[in-house]
């Protein structure tokens, strides 16, 4: 089953909802930052919010950045996707030891830490990007992006997200679901949602047992007439590229990169969502110094 991301609607119009399965791509990310297993579970929600946001941008080319600074040992825990669900990003800290509430359960919120914020950033080309900052209350990301919709944009939100990593360290399930009311939703729409939310229980159980992206979203919102709206594939991307580094080395300036050059006289510059290395020779840094220009 590949990762996919799908999004719904009520047929009375009153809630709308994404679900996601992203197994693969946590795998992959798991795998390129050798990532132990309470780095695993907070990258890869993060990664899967990130998904979930950017699959909601309207612009081809727009861009949603979800960084969470917590203030716990994992450090910054960051994510990046594209207006397709597309994902890419890093932990700063991949190699926390593990951290669990109790035996079996990862304590995600505690290695992500509480004393922080939680940032979204939507980049649709102009001039300025968005920004929304609130504080964290728990790191463990699903409640904080609940929290984030209801007090940067006023829109009621409920937020799971799961990732089950095996005895081997490998990803077994990954996914999550967003669902918001829109205009016009009553307390017994509330209350039926909760009720779903409560009989679902942990998305990553849930995932485990076998369900895909659709069957979330029908047994959390059971009991709804569902308008399946789009379904479609999701994956790890990195959008590196040398032309891109080259870019990066010339927004160093003429004078950084020609001591760059008499200090070290090569560079090599790896990249933080893939950890792909690119290496420069003095003469290839001689030529990009030389298209700089006075």
């Known amino acids: 089953m590949c990762d996919e991301m799908v999004r719904a609607i009520t047929a009375d119009g009153l809630v709308r909802a994404q679900a996601i399965t992203g197994r693969d791509l946590v795998e992959k990310a798991r795998t390129l930052h050798t990532l132990l297993p309470v780095a695993t579970a907070a990258l890869g929600r993060t990664l899967l919010a990130a998904s979930l946001l950017g699959d909601m941008l309207k612009e081809d080319n727009a861009s949603l ?10 450090g910054l825990v960051l994510a990046v996707s594209d207006s397709g669900g597309n994902v890419r990003g890093y ?5 926390v030891e593990l951290m669990e509430q109790h035996p079996g359960k ?4 505690g290695a992500v830490g509480t004393q922080g914020t939680l940032t979204v950033i939507k980049d649709f080309g102009y001039k300025e990007p968005y920004v929304g900052t609130i504080g964290l209350f728990s790191g463990e990301i699903a409640d904080d992006l609940a929290m984030y919709f209801v007090e940067s944009e006023q829109v009621p939100t409920a937020c799971a997200l799961g990732v089950l990593v095996g005895l081997d360290q490998s990803v077994t399930a990954a996914g999550g679901y967003l669902i918001q009311l829109l205009p016009g939703a009553g307390e017994d729409v509330i209350s039926q949602i909760e009720a779903g939310v409560k009989k679902l229980g942990p998305v990553s159980a849930a995932l485990d047992r076998g369900l895909d992206a659709e069957g979330l979203l029908r047994e959390v919102l059971d009991g709804f007439e569902l308008d399946i709206l789009q379904t479609h594939p999701v994956e790890y991307r990195c959008a590196c590229s ?6 990066a080395l010339i927004s160093l300036g003429r004078q950084e990169l020609r001591e760059m050059i008499e200090e070290q006289g090569q560079a090599e510059l790896s990249c933080q969502f893939c950890d792909k290395v690119y290496r420069f ?4 840094l001689e030529e990009i110094l030389a298209q700089m220009g006075e």
Do not use: C, M
Not at 91 to 95: A, G, Y
Not at 281 to 284: F, G, H, K, N, T
């Open 91 to 95: 932990v700063q800290n991949p190699h």
């Open 281 to 284: 020779s003095r003469e290839e």
């Open 65 to 74: 950045t979800l960084q969470i600074k917590g203030g716990g040992p994992l």
């Open 242 to 247: 040398r032309d891109r580094v080259v870019r």
């Open 106 to 109: 990862l304590d995600v919120g």
